[in-house]
């Protein structure tokens, strides 16, 4: 299977991972191969600013985005398994006062107006006053050098930080076996020129390479929760950026646009996890049933936004041409 077969093999099975436990089978989850105007598969090496548009079939309608919950799932107007808890109002409560991660997704934000328009391409300076934005103390660049992702298994004891880890474990550590060199080229790259592709093309790289960040570090933060309880927030507040309910910011912001059911049961997930920790406030807790539960609960539905995404820019493609064909094009390689 080619990197572009499971770019949308990915797309189409995500697209249908249900965001708050739907059993029923889609009717038509398929999605036509984007191909060139020879009808050939695309490839990274077609993907110049000379390309001509795709050729693309009509692309169903997006499945059904109703859902049902499942038995373990949480929210804050329903008959549930969960006992009585502090979320129960609908809003999160934080554990402390000030959370570190807001002030990564704020920087995000400022990022976003100076190089993720697919439409332009940034200037050099516009690339080096976001590394510095990227590269702030304890911003952005600080956490994905040290990011691992959960959802891959490894070897107990395993350090992403120690010589060679990284290279051995590049999808579990993937700040600095993957997102981190990746990005920090791009920047390179826009900011100097180098190389044949459109500035807008590197941009594109971070965008998605930042994304992907967000959505690991919510699910990494949910399970350092279990000794350290601030870290609760830290997962909440890297989805919504330290928002309530629909009106998040950096990721909860972007598949709230393309898939707000998926936003809102993400939302009910962060409740879910706020709830568990209130419920098993010990400095480590012991409910790791429940805590499965709640990370379950939001790393679904956050998925499912995700796919939202993909399949929105995939979608995208078949209307564009040159160098905004190009960032749509990377920013999809990247991400899936």
Known sequence: MTSTQRLFALIII??????????????????????????????????DASIAPPTCGVLPAPPDPACTPTATDYAPDATDMWPACVSDDGDYHRIEPVISSEARVAA????????????????????IAARLIYQEDQGIDSRVVRRYDPHFSVP?????????????????????????????????????????EPARVHAARIEAGLLWFFYVSSFKESLTCSTKPKDCDSSYAYYTGGAQAGMGTGLSARVRAVAPEADARAFDGFLALRCWRDLDMADTATDLERRDWARGQFDRAELDGVAAILRTRLGSLCGLTGPELAYQWAFLQTLA
């Not at 990284?166 to 791009?186: K, N, Q, T, W």
């Open 14 to 47: 995500a697209s249908l991972v249900p965001a708050c436990g739907d059993d029923s089978a889609p009717t038509d989850g398929g999605v036509t191969d984007a191909t060139s105007s020879d009808g050939s598969m695309m490839d990274a090496s077609m993907m």
């Open 108 to 127: 995000f934000e400022e990022i976003a107006p100076l190089l993720f328009d697919p439409t332009a391409d940034p200037s050099a300076d516009d690339f």
């Open 156 to 196: 107990d004891g395993t350090d992403c930080t120690a010589p060679g880890v990284a290279e051995m474990f590049p999808d579990y550590c993937v700040g600095p076996g993957l997102l981190s060199p990746m990005i920090l080229d791009e920047f390179a790259a826009g900011a100097t020129g180098s190389g044949s």
